[in-house]
Nanobody, 121 residues
Framework: VQLQASGGGLVQAGGSLRLSCAAS????????MAWFRQAPGKEREFVAV????????TYADFVKGRFTISRADTKNTVNLQMNSLKPEDTAVYYC???????????????WGQGTQVTVSS
């Protein structure tokens, strides 16, 4: 599966953005889908994951209550709705597809190219 992330941009603190990840290939619905992010000078970190059925989600503590992950298998997309954004959310956001419902990046075989999110104070 090939992934293409979009929707990043510049937003003021407190604002919202919606990231989308479009997948090619018929097997999209069989993958658990996740978002990770990487800020300058920092390691890539887990943000959220949604199971292949869409019935289970897990979030990093620092985004709970602010971000929502969802998927639309008919459109081969996974979305990340980000509300109440903070300057510390500034990072490149990556979507990933894998066969394990996991917060560990090593469990994901397929990665999108990343989309930049910048939150100004």
């Amino acid at each position: 599966v090939q992934l293409q992330a979009s929707g990043g941009g510049l937003v003021q603190a407190g604002g919202s953005l919606r990231l989308s990840c479009a997948a090619s290939g018929r097997t999209f619905s069989s993958y658990d889908m996740a978002w990770f992010r990487q800020a300058p000078g920092k390691e890539r970190e887990f943000v959220a994951v949604i199971s292949e059925s869409g019935g289970s989600t897990t979030y990093a503590d620092f985004v709970k209550g602010r971000f929502t992950i969802s998927r639309a298998d008919t459109k081969n997309t996974v979305n990340l709705q980000m509300n109440s954004l903070k300057p510390e959310d500034t990072a490149v956001y990556y979507c990933a597809a894998g066969e394990y419902f996991s917060r560990y990046s090593t469990n994901y075989r397929h990665w999108g190219q990343g989309t930049q999110v910048t939150v100004s104070s």
